[in-house]
Antibody, heavy 122, light 109 residues
Framework: QVRLVESGGDLVKPGGSLRLSCEVS????????MSWIRQAPGKGLEWVAY????????NTADSLKGRFSISRDNAKNFLFLQINSLRAEDTAVYYC???????????????WGQGALVTVSS | QSVLTQTPSASGAPGQRVTITCSGG????????VYWYQHVPGAAPKLLIY???QRPSGVPDRFSGSKSGTSASLAISGLRSEDEAHYYC??????????FGGGTKLTVL
């Protein structure tokens, strides 16, 4: 069955960096667009970025460009999110999610992980 | 502040029908399909509606989606206690970025 498991969440000081990982199984990872979505405490879902099947297509939320970088390793079935210059407002649960095969990068997110908590605090 | 506006909260008694709305604009809802997600705290979000009015297999037909102009709606009929959750609309914008609404917390009285 399809599984997405995030890891790498941690307590980080402001200004620090962090790389989140999402290990997937149960499907052909290299066929799918993948996204990161986050949810800050008491807030709603916020899309962060998506990456195409080969990694050549990347789209990042305008408000997060410059500090957030999405990447993937199709050989090892991993999705990554690099976050630099972390701020308190980056504190959130970060989810990885799979896009529907047929609609590519559309908001059709058919499988989600359970999330990884990132806390930014001194 | 999300580009897609949802009423922060909604409520209904068991068995009732509730409608949650999502207001957007010409560059998103008017021209693109709308998606709806259910999010129970502590669990992964779940897709309820795709392509504005289609249900994935396994989603009860109590859930239905529609849109008119720049607004979309999610209707839940025969309300049940397990429907208590947060509901989010989502849509592509004109830059093919994914937009989520601010979310609606549904309380089953």
């Amino acid at each position: 069955q399809v599984r997405l498991v995030e890891s790498g969440g941690d307590l980080v000081k402001p200004g620090g960096s962090l790389r989140l990982s999402c290990e997937v199984s149960g499907f052909t990872f290299s066929d799918y667009y993948m996204s990161w979505i986050r949810q800050a405490p008491g807030k709603g879902l916020e899309w962060v970025a998506y990456i195409g099947p080969t990694g050549s297509t990347i789209n990042t939320a305008d408000s997060l460009k410059g500090r957030f970088s999405i990447s993937r390793d199709n050989a090892k079935n991993f999705l990554f999110l690099q976050i630099n210059s972390l701020r308190a407002e980056d504190t959130a649960v970060y989810y990885c999610a799979r896009h529907d095969f047929w609609t590519g990068s559309s908001p059709y997110l058919d499988f989600w992980g359970q999330g990884a908590l990132v806390t930014v605090s001194s | 502040q999300s580009v897609l506006t949802q009423t922060p909260s909604a409520s209904g008694a068991p068995g009732q029908r509730v409608t949650i709305t999502c207001s957007g604009g010409s560059s998103n809802i008017r021209t693109n399909s709308v998606y709806w997600y259910q999010h129970v705290p502590g669990a992964a979000p779940k897709l309820l509606i795709y392509d504005t009015d289609q249900r994935p297999s396994g989603v009860p037909d109590r859930f239905s989606g529609s849109k008119s102009g720049t607004s979309a709606s999610l209707a839940i009929s025969g309300l049940r206690s397990e429907d208590e959750a947060h509901y989010y609309c989502a849509v592509w914008d004109n830059k093919l970025s994914v937009l989520f609404g601010g979310g609606t917390k549904l309380t089953v009285l």
